[in-house]
């Protein structure tokens, strides 16, 4: 047990879940957010103010802090906040840190995308701590914004054509991350995480019909549909530029990999997306 453990990113998809895993351990563990009053963390978890922009708030998380999970700023302008979360962990005395990062990191064919997070892992390389750098692949989670297409009986929308992925539960992701926040032997390592087998969007809907018993329609969008179908989301117009070469490499079949590194770390096999559905079924409007 390590003295005390910092979760940036606490109320997201993987932070809230290693801060859930990490409590359930009995470990001491401090929970970095933008609004401690309204998050739900569990009995005995600390929540704190602050976000990675704001390099004062995170300095004050880390006072006392052993080890920290750290959640960067995702975007094309936050290079300098990923690397400063690594240099407030060190000038805290933090002594082993994990970093999530992004499956592609690094690779110039995914474009601006791929670059958004080299500059963070590159601190962590050189910080002189124990570290260790996780890069998942595409987020089970992800398939989420389909619910209100789905509960409208209107076609799931597809913007990476027949390009598939290899989809990782972020309850993997989050445990990985637990076992390298707490085991010295993951020092020094990336793990790039996926599930067990490479899907399409086309194949996901296949699954999710079958779990949920009805249709599950899919409507392949064209370059400008999908920029407008972004734009709805709420993306700039900066990130949806960036994010167009990044699914122009998934549609080419560039982000088809498989690894075993969930196994390697966890001792079992990557949950599969099917197993993902039959536990969040009602999140599509199924009981």
Known sequence: MVTMILVTGATGTIGSEVVRQLAARGEKV????????????????????GHPADRASVEAALTGAEAAFLVGVFGPDDAEH???????????GVRRIVKLSGIGTGEPAVGPVGTWHVAGEQAVR????????????AFATNT??????LRAGSPIPNTS?????????PRDVSEVAVAALLD?????????????EVLTVPAQAAVLAEILGRPVPVRDLSSAEAREYLLGLGFSDTFIDASE???????NGGNEVVTDDVREVLGRPARTY??????????????
């Not at 990923?82 to 000038?91: Q, S």
């Not at 054509?161 to 539960?169: A, L």
């Open 30 to 49: 401090r929970a970095l957010t933008r609004d401690p009053e309204r998050a739900d963390v569990p009995s005995g978890v600390e929540a704190v103010r």
């Open 82 to 92: 990923d690397r400063g979360l690594v240099e407030a962990a060190r000038a805290a």
């Open 126 to 137: 050189d910080s002189g701590l124990e570290w260790t750098i996780l890069r998942p692949s």
């Open 144 to 149: 989420l914004g389909w619910a209100a297409s």
């Open 161 to 169: 054509g027949d390009g598939g992925q290899g989809v990782v539960d």
């Open 184 to 196: 010295p032997a993951h020092a020094g390592r990336t793990y790039t995480l996926t599930g067990p």
């Open 245 to 251: 070469i990044s699914r122009a490499f998934v549609r």
């Open 274 to 287: 099917r197993e993902w559905v039959v536990d969040h079924r009602a999140a599509f409007g199924e009981g």
